[in-house]
Nanobody, 123 residues
Framework: QVQLVESGGGLMQAGDSLILSCSASGRTFTNYAMGWFRQAPGKEREFVAAIDWNGGNRYYLESVKGRFTISRDNAKNTVYLEMNSLKPEDTAIYYC????????????????WGQGTQVTVSS
């Protein structure tokens, strides 16, 4: 089992920056690729960003490229999502996820989910 706990969400204004954190515990953190997903009200959960076990490869949703950066600190068992130039359309619950491979994360074939953290961006 892997337990994932997100933190860092909040109420922001358009153009602000925010960093989400996801702390993992349980099985070996480096066994997993990690990702961030989001779900806006009335919409399906969507992939946002993924990172492989050592940070060598990263994928992003097209609409967040250049604004969001995913990173991980394996010594701290933590994955981050740095969000810059926030837009109202970024409003959603953001979920952290763990999967065996980068492809699994990108295709939402996830083994473990966090409970989510709310990000609200006002215009």
């Amino acid at each position: 089992q892997v337990q994932l706990v997100e933190s860092g969400g909040g109420l922001m204004q358009a153009g602000d920056s925010l960093i989400l954190s996801c702390s993992a515990s349980g099985r070996t953190f480096t066994n997993y690729a990690m990702g961030w997903f989001r779900q806006a009200p009335g919409k399906e959960r969507e992939f946002v960003a993924a990172i492989d076990w050592n940070g060598g490869n990263r994928y992003y949703l097209e609409s967040v490229k250049g604004r969001f950066t995913i990173s991980r600190d394996n010594a701290k068992n933590t994955v981050y999502l740095e969000m810059n130039s926030l837009k109202p359309e970024d409003t959603a619950i953001y979920y952290c996820a763990a999967a065996p491979s980068l492809l699994d994360v990108a295709t939402m074939t996830v083994e473990y989910w966090g409970q989510g953290t709310q990000v609200t961006v006002s215009s």
